[in-house]
């Protein structure tokens, strides 16, 4: 992994680790439909996210290039808010300004517009520019707010939202799903929630879960520090055995003490969900923010 840029003033240079060259960390605000991607992080032979946009920026600045995010998000799952950086080569960035400007762009509008004819219509980069002193997309991240949309109309869902919300076809119980959702707030071991990774932490200070109806749309908003693998899907899937009486509120508690993923629920599908904003902190606290995100939780720091 790339270390944070550094820098003064108005730039934002540093040396690569890996080849000694000045490079400017820019920050890039995106958007994309999840459908045909295998998830956010590059794989070989799978196409994601993070690899297209790669393969665009790379055709511009002519070197490779690797870009971080805010939140890996898995196959099939959107972002209408992700967030992202870069570290451009300082003696490439040159290659993001036309020879002539338009007088109301932004230092790297030319480039957002060179993006739109490069990428496909299912990704969007919406915004680039200069990153702050110790900006990392994911590190300095405050917190990460998702949105899951669901349909319980007898029809399913309109052909024009199929690819965004998931069909339903059982009434939910909304008042029981918020009950349980009480229960889960706070800073808990969400082990039960997360599909397992060698080294991560299932530690989480969940902040929001609750929800909202609108005829026969049904959304919940979910808002947390960071979130580990699969957790947002499991904590709706979690909810949705709740809103059907197949499970009681309490027992969402309960599973707060198992060490592993619980198989006593499944996950909600993944077209329901979408990576709606990132929360930062003051440019003045972002190294700071990184620290405290780079220290693994354990379970002593859980009251």
């Given at each position: ?74 196959s099939g799952v959107h972002a209408s808010g992700q967030v992202a950086h870069v570290d451009v080569p300082t003696e490439v960035l040159p290659q993001a300004y036309p020879r002539t400007r338009r007088g109301s762009d932004s230092e790297f509008g030319p480039l957002v517009r060179r993006l739109a004819k490069l990428l496909t219509e299912d990704v969007r980069v919406l915004e680039i520019a200069r990153a702050a002193p110790g900006f990392d997309a994911r590190f300095s991240a405050l917190r990460r707010h ?158």
């Open positions: 992994m790339n270390m944070p840029a550094t820098g003064t003033g108005g730039g934002h240079d540093s040396l690569s680790r890996r080849s000694a060259r000045p490079v400017t960390r820019l920050r890039l605000d995106i958007a994309y439909d999840g459908t045909e991607f295998a998830g956010w992080a590059a794989q070989t032979g799978q196409r994601t996210v993070a690899g297209v946009i790669e393969d665009a920026l790379s055709t511009v600045f002519r070197v490779p290039v690797q870009v971080r995010a805010a939140g890996r998000t898995d998702y949105l899951y949309r669901l349909s319980t109309a007898p029809y399913g869902v309109e052909p024009h939202e199929a690819r965004f919300v998931t069909a339903w076809p059982r009434a939910l119980d909304l008042d029981a799903m918020a009950e349980a959702a009480r229960g889960l707030l706070g800073l808990h071991d969400f082990a039960a929630f997360c599909r397992h990774r060698d080294g991560a932490t299932t530690i989480r200070e969940l902040q929001r879960l609750d929800f909202a109806r609108d005829g026969h749309r049904i959304t919940v908003a979910v808002s947390a520090d960071a979130f580990c693998w699969n957790m947002v899907r499991s904590l709706v899937g979690a909810l949705l055995a709740v809103g059907e009486h197949r499970r009681d509120p309490a027992w969402c508690v309960e599973l707060l003490t198992a060490t592993r993923r619980s198989s006593d629920f499944a996950a909600a599908p993944a077209r329901g969900l979408t990576l709606v904003g990132v929360d930062y902190p003051p440019d003045s606290e972002l190294v700071a923010r990184n620290l405290v995100t780079r220290d693994l939780r354990t379970a002593d720091e859980i009251g």
